[in-house]
């Protein structure tokens, strides 16, 4: 079946400019995951959703970050104002529900590059 | 959230089993152990995880000590494309993976 999609795959951008992730998780997972992966580092949680609201936010790095789920499936990554220190892979996963043994599916990623 | 320790590098040989080694002295109770793998240019990809018991799949195998402050990946046949960075995670509050840096696997021909 088909798995997790993100949109796009690379993204150039100037400094100050908006942009918008997209992630479309696997058919009937409730649970979606947003990370980001900096040049050699691990990955770091952004903000994970469990239907459509959003219980930990925890992760985004400031208020130029924002990400909403509509209909309980495609969530949309929002980062106002880039800067060069948001030049990562932003990466999205999605698993059935939220518990401590659920599997997390990976999309592949989108390049995010601040010029 | 509970923290692991991986070395950070290791090894192997083609055809060779690998152990891969995770050290997680402060897990709780309810810590389930996963571990997932990142190949070059991809998004992480589920490997395996565990509770208490030892487990088994097609892709592996999670030997977990008995007191479950340690744990151990094996991969029975490294091939070349097992090359990848491994990561030993404890799951957090609503599932919430905390990668560290992981351990990167090298396979020789």
């Known amino acids: 079946g088909a798995g997790v999609s993100q949109s796009p795959s690379n993204k150039v951008t100037e400094k100050g400019k908006d942009v918008e992730l997209r992630c479309d998780p696997i058919s009937g997972h409730t649970a979606l995951y947003w990370y980001r992966q900096s040049l050699g580092q691990g990955l770091e949680f952004l903000i994970y959703f469990q239907g459509n609201s959003a219980p930990d936010k925890s992760g985004l790095p400031s208020d130029r970050f924002s990400a909403e789920r509509t209909g309980g499936s495609v969530s949309t990554l929002t980062i106002q104002r880039t800067q060069q220190e948001d030049s990562a892979v932003y990466l999205c996963?999605?698993?059935?529900?939220?518990?401590?043994?659920?599997?997390?599916?990976f999309g592949p990623g989108t390049r995010l590059t601040v010029l | 959230d509970a923290k692991t320790t991986q070395p950070n590098s290791m090894e192997s040989n083609e055809e060779e089993p690998v152990h891969l080694p995770c050290n997680h002295s402060?897990?709780?109770?309810?810590?389930?152990i996963h571990w997932y793998r990142q190949l070059p240019s991809q998004g992480p990809e589920y490997v395996i995880h565990g509770l208490t018991s030892n487990v088994n799949n097609r892709m592996a195998s999670l030997a977990i000590a008995e007191d479950r402050k340690s744990s151990t990946l094996i991969l029975h046949r490294a091939t070349l494309r097992d090359a990848a960075v491994y990561y030993c995670i404890l799951s957090g509050a609503n599932s919430k993976l905390t990668f560290g840096k992981g351990i990167t696997l090298s396979v020789r021909p």
């Open positions: 996963a999605s698993s059935l529900a939220t518990s401590l043994r659920n599997t997390q599916y």
């Open positions: 402060t897990i709780s109770g309810t810590d389930y």
